[in-house]
């Protein structure tokens, strides 16, 4: 079994940023790709952002790209998302994900492992 922890959420101004991060325990922190995921309210999941295990390949949705990063760090068992300029539409509960293969994307079903989510709050 892996646990995976996000932490990091908050309440923000638009314009704002926030950094994300997402903690993995338990038997192995796998060679796979890992990802990020959001629901907002009255919505269904929706994909943020995956990066690779090395962290040489990352993919964003067109709602983040250019504003939010994605990034691990494997010695520390950790992937973070720092993101930028803040809309009110970022609003949501973001969840971490750790993928089935090496080569997860977008799709939901690749993702076998998940985290409780963290609330962001996108607010003036």
């Known amino acids: 079994q892996v646990q995976l922890v996000e932490s990091g959420g908050g309440m923000v101004q638009p314009g704002g940023s926030l950094r994300l991060s997402c903690v993995a325990s338990?038997?192995?922190?796998?060679?796979?790709?890992m990802g990020w995921f959001r629901q907002a309210p009255g919505k269904g999941l929706g994909f943020v952002a995956a990066?690779?295990?090395?962290?040489?390949?990352?993919d964003y949705a067109d709602s983040v790209k250019g504003r939010f990063t994605i990034s691990r760090d494997n010695a520390k068992n950790t992937m973070y998302l720092q993101m930028n300029s803040l809309k009110p539409d970022d609003t949501a509960v973001y969840s971490c994900a750790q993928g089935r293969a090496a080569t997860a994307g977008r799709a939901r079903y690749e993702y076998d492992y998940w985290g409780q989510g963290t609330q962001v709050t996108v607010s003036s």
């Open positions: 990066i690779s295990w090395s962290g040489g390949s990352t």
């Open positions: 338990g038997r192995t922190f796998r060679a796979v790709t």
